[in-house]
């Protein structure tokens, strides 16, 4: 079986500082990963997504995730925030098996100018 | 501009009143996503439609009914629909192999009155 936890439902950061958004997820297989932003009002966009190559990936917007089989993570992480980072983040994982995705619960993210 | 359309984009509807929701994807995708997503929630996985077949049912009530017509359209037909049900409706669609991640539209922000 598969799940996915977001620590931190909400994190808060300053204009300029790190954003560091954590996800871990356990799959019985080794997983596909991904980063999914939500703006108010709109859909949820991928950002980037961990497919078995390198385990540093780099995605839209100037965010990066790692995947770490070790800790079974998939932080996302960004160096230097910008107020248009203000949105609702999901980490989703597939097995890749009947075209199923679980979605973590989300973290908000605030970045205070 | 997303390449997943949804219309509308709003609607409004009484409990009695039959109405449907609308998906169109053009990027080739053969499976085709229904989500329920309350605010500051994760989507909820309703229905999957591979190859135009539905796949998964996650137990949704009938008074939501999905169809497929074709390899692009995707729609929800809703009939006496409860207040609870109130939610953004999400359409996904992705390639049968899931790595690619998922493209969702912008959803239909529905209101029971």
């Known amino acids: 079986a598969q799940s996915v936890t977001q620590l931190g439902s909400h994190v808060s950061v300053s204009e300029g500082a790190l954003v560091l958004l954590r996800c871990n997820y356990s799959s019985s297989v080794p997983p596909y990963l991904f980063w999914y932003v939500q703006y108010p009002n709109q859909g949820l966009q991928l950002l980037l997504k961990y497919t078995s190559a390198a385990t540093l990936v780099k995605g839209i917007n100037g965010f990066e995730a790692e995947f770490k089989k070790s800790e079974t993570s998939f932080h996302l992480t960004k160096p230097s925030a910008h107020m248009s980072d203000a949105a609702e983040y999901f980490c989703a994982v597939s097995e890749g098996l009947g075209n199923q995705f679980y979605f973590g619960t989300g973290t908000s993210l605030t970045v205070i100018p | 501009d997303t390449e997943v359309t949804q219309t509308p984009k709003h609607l409004v509807m009484g409990m009695t009143n039959k109405k449907s929701l609308k998906c169109e994807q053009h990027m080739g995708h053969r499976a085709m996503y229904w989500y329920k997503q309350k605010a500051k929630k994760p989507p909820e996985l309703m229905f999957v439609?591979?190859?135009?077949?539905?796949?998964i049912n996650e137990s949704v009530p009938s008074r939501f009914s999905p169809e497929c017509p074709n390899s692009s359209l995707l729609n929800l037909h809703l009939h006496a629909l409860q207040p609870e049900d109130s939610a953004l409706y999400l359409c996904?669609?992705?390639?049968?192999?899931?790595?690619?991640?998922?493209?969702f539209g912008d959803g239909t922000r529905l209101s029971i009155l």
């Open positions: 996904a669609s992705s390639q049968e192999v899931p790595a690619s991640g998922q493209h």
């Open positions: 439609y591979s190859y135009e077949k539905l796949s």
